[in-house]
């Protein structure tokens, strides 16, 4: 059957949206369920299973912060979202959410402590200290934890104190009378933030073999009963609760966008309650009181076996310094040819690529700190995303501008979580002499582009970075991303004319090479990807290839649909959520979907269009999800040098192809399995195969 024939058959079918889509919340838990696959790996080392579980925890935060506080938004205002479908779609994802959790904890108390026990590392209940510890624990909190806690008995005078955002507290409930003769029963302790929250035991109070930690609600736990003398403690439970933290202001109406979120920002710790976590042995009445308090129903409550906040156990991480049980140590490279030689000669000779974390991220900061100490250079201009309390980076920046450069800096100051950070960045830059502008009203400033203008023979030459990821000194280490440097004449060109969009906010001119959004980026994508369908309707071999972090955007999918079904051969990397159903027949049966969990975060975007052997090849900062597409700023930008375009096939696409240790296939009905070698076949996994071939050269040693 031609393809018209299949229109004109279905035309009077009416297409079900649920059975084409998969559920965005479903699947971006099915991403984490992938990341605690990796918590359960005993082939990982077991520190960093550890971490996985800590990530884990983290991502189900975030989503209850942003997923399902929107979800909760939109039945309050009614809008958007059939209510039964709402309710249906809560409850999935409830459901879901409570097996993780369970999962979790399981994992926790009954494989990744014992062992670590077993290795020497001993996370102590208080049962499980003896008199030397328990004695020294008792001398840590008279001088370190009680001065600073602050029991509120509950009574008209006493109202339900504010509680923070995922903040560690205990409910406590009370027998007999207070001072004044009042049978006030309930009491809230809020455990203060600036503690630590794993503690290490000296290690000559231990009968055991190793380190011994305990955590500080085991602290509070042991000695809570001190903080009400004369009373006796009935019931308690540790609880923490989580808030909608997405932030809000009417950019339209603010006169100083800064001043109006940083209002916003000290709110942002007391949103709307949306989820509750309890101990398991808390009392069901005092459980209900803490729902009622923060108006959360009863499925989203969390009664956990162990601490209630898991991505604390991060810290145990990191103070348990037992190579043996982390991954071996890795130090990026450099290319050869930026080890000895000015990078602005480099520039004029070639572009330069650089794979992160595999090669270092230090030439970026070079890039722009030779510029700024350059005296030839006249201007910097760069967007920034996130990049960190700490950035020598941005310190390049601030030297610049004090040097007398002109300096201009796209902040993007509703950057999630990242807000107060680029708020101080801001101030420092602005105190310096920098121009500081905030992107656009209604949209966030997402590209990840810098600029520096050079005066060279009497006249101006530009050179550009562009890249897939933030300028964050922490994330390049961990997170997987491309950056190009260049001096291209009109590429970089094309740079200039954004930033000059930005600050203008006039209309851009006409961009040859880069894909701007919100005007061009989707557009140039449906167009690329229906290009591939017409060439394989010719009878000419058509394929995609597109690695990303995210694809959801409805009008990108259906395009993918109708390529597939002309034939075009599609593969999609997609580390997290994925609303598109690959291999459905007349759909989708030639596109397959897969999501690659390793040592490093997948973050680069990627865009391969083989266009008749063109190998059309773009980088972006953007996802295939609508937010990315017309609500943000993004760049996708080709690769013009041949041997540039190679190496990303080479190494950003075909090793995720191949990998069979880490790879996971997305099959049609919305379930990801683990791709395992076939018999005889070797192992393979793509980051392992990026490290061992990047890592050839004198491993770097960074400042």
């Not at 009614?78 to 409570?98: F, K, Q, V, Y």
């Not at 200290?129 to 840590?140: L, S």
Request: hydrophobic residues 40%.
């Amino acid at each position: 059957m031609t393809r018209k024939e299949k229109q004109e058959d279905s035309s009077h079918t009416e297409i079900n949206p649920t059975a084409i889509y998969l559920n965005r919340e479903l699947s971006q838990l099915a991403f984490n369920r992938r990341v605690l696959a990796q918590a359960e790996n005993k082939q990982i080392p077991l520190l960093e299973r550890l971490r996985y579980l800590c990530i884990c925890s983290s991502n189900l935060d975030e989503f209850f912060e942003v997923r399902i506080a929107s979800l909760l938004a939109n039945r309050i205002e009614g809008e958007h979202i059939d209510p039964p479908e709402l309710s249906a779609a809560l409850e999935r994802t409830s459901i879901e959410c409570h097996q993780i959790v369970a999962r979790q904890y399981e994992l926790l108390n009954k494989d990744i402590l014992p062992q670590l026990a077993n290795k020497g590392i001993h996370l102590l209940r208080h049962e499980d200290r003896n008199d030397a510890q328990r004695a020294w624990v008792k001398q840590y909190f008279e001088q370190n934890v009680r001065p600073l806690l602050t029991p509120i008995g509950l009574d008209p005078a006493h109202p339900f104190p504010q509680v923070l955002n995922k903040s560690l507290n205990f409910i406590i409930e009370l027998s007999g009378k207070d001072a004044f003769g009042r049978g006030t029963a309930i009491a809230i302790v809020k455990a203060p933030r600036v503690l630590p929250r794993v503690i290490r035991l000296p290690d000559g109070l231990s009968d055991k073999k190793g380190m011994s930690f305990c955590l500080l609600s085991s602290v509070i736990h042991a000695h809570i009963a001190e903080l009400f003398t004369g009373r006796e403690i009935t019931a308690y439970s540790q609880f923490r609760v989580t808030r909608n933290s997405d932030l809000w202001v009417d950019e339209e109406e603010v006169k100083n966008l800064r001043q109006a979120l940083q209002t916003e920002l000290q709110s942002r710790q007391f949103g709307v309650g949306v989820r509750l976590e309890v101990a398991s042995n808390c009392p069901e009445h005092l459980a209900q009181f803490l729902l009622n308090q923060f108006s959360i129903e009863r499925n989203r409550l969390y009664a956990v076996k162990g601490p209630v906040n898991l991505v604390r156990l991060s810290e145990l991480v990191d103070l348990a310094s037992v190579p043996a049980l982390r991954f071996p140590p890795f130090s990026p490279t450099l290319p050869p040819h930026l080890q000895n030689e000015n990078i602005f000669a480099v520039l004029k000779k070639r572009d330069v690529l650089l794979h992160h974390p595999f090669q270092s991220f230090q030439p970026v900061v070079d890039f722009i700190r030779t510029a700024a100490h350059d005296p030839n250079v006249v201007a910097i201009k760069q967007t920034i995303y996130r990049t960190g309390m700490n950035s020598d980076l941005m310190e390049a920046l601030i030297h610049a501008a004090q040097r007398g450069k002109e300096v201009t800096v796209i902040v993007e100051l509703m950057a999630r979580f990242d807000e107060e950070a680029n708020i101080n960045w801001a101030v420092k830059l602005e105190q310096a002499g920098a121009q500081v502008v905030y992107g656009v009203v209604g949209l966030k400033t997402h590209a990840k582009i810098a600029l520096v203008i050079r005066r060279e023979d009497d006249a101006l030459h530009f050179y550009a970075h562009l890249g897939t990821g933030n300028y964050h000194p922490t994330t390049t280490k961990f997170y997987t991303d491309f950056g190009l440097l260049t001096s291209h004449r009109e590429l970089t060109a094309e740079v200039n004319e954004v930033f000059i969009h930005l600050t203008t906010l006039t209309k851009p001119r006409t961009l040859n090479h880069l894909w701007l959004a919100p005007f061009s980026l989707q557009k140039e994508i449906i167009r690329a990807i229906r290009n591939e369908a017409l060439i394989a309707r010719e009878g000419r071999p058509a394929r995609i290839i597109a690695k990303m972090n995210a694809l959801l955007d409805e009008s990108v999918i259906r395009a993918l649909y109708a390529a597939s079904a002309d034939g075009v051969k599609i593969d999609l990397i997609v580390r997290g959520a994925c609303a598109l159903r690959p291999g459905v027949a007349g759909l989708s049966e030639n596109i397959r979907v897969r999501s690659v969990i390793g040592r490093y975060l997948e973050h680069s975007r990627i865009y391969y269009f083989r266009n008749d052997l063109a190998h059309d090849v773009y980088l972006s900062s953007a996802d295939w999800m609508n937010r990315n597409l017309f609500r943000r700023i993004e760049v996708a930008f080709p690769i013009l040098d041949k041997t540039l375009k190679k190496r990303i096939i080479s190494e950003g696409l075909d090793p995720y192809l191949k990998d069979n240790t880490n790879a996971w296939h997305l099959n049609c009905d919305g379930v990801y399995a683990l791709k395992k070698a076939r018999t005889r076949q070797a192992a393979f996994s793509a980051q392992a195969y990026l490290m061992n071939t990047l890592g050839i050269s004198t491993p770097l040693v960074e400042e």
